[in-house]
Nanobody, 118 residues
Framework: QVQLVESGGGLVQPGGSLRLSCAASGSIFSTLTMGWYRQPPGKQRELVAS???????AYKDSVKGRFTISRDNAKNTVYLQMNSLKPEDTAVYYC????????????WGQGTQVTVSA
């Protein structure tokens, strides 16, 4: 079983930055594919970025060049650095994990709110 705990959300002005963190429990973190999802108000949850050790990260088109996903396997932590934030980035952000190379994510965090507003 893997438990995920996100932190780092909050209120930020357009053009600002935030860094989300997700700490994972257990000893298999380095073997997991980690992802960040988000769910904007009234919309479906969508995959924003994902990363697996030894592979290039993948991003949703609308965040390419602004968001960076990274991981520190020694700390069992994955990060999402978000720059040049826009109001449309407002959402609840979720950390997720899956066993490679499964297609569906098995483990989810509780979510953290990101609000981009002047």
């Amino acid at each position: 079983q893997v438990q995920l705990v996100e932190s780092g959300g909050g209120l930020v002005q357009p053009g600002g930055s935030l860094r989300l963190s997700c700490a994972a429990s257990g000893s298999i973190f380095s073997t997991l594919t980690m992802g960040w999802y988000r769910q904007p108000p009234g919309k479906q949850r969508e995959l924003v970025a994902s990363i697996h050790t030894g592979y290039a990260p993948a991003y949703k088109d609308s965040v390419k060049g602004r968001f960076t996903i990274s991981r520190d396997n020694a700390k069992n932590t994955v990060y999402l650095q978000m720059n040049s934030l826009k109001p449309e980035d407002t959402a609840v952000y979720y950390c997720a994990a899956k066993l490679f190379p499964k297609r569906t994510y098995d483990y989810w965090g509780q979510g953290t709110q990101v609000t981009v507003s002047a």
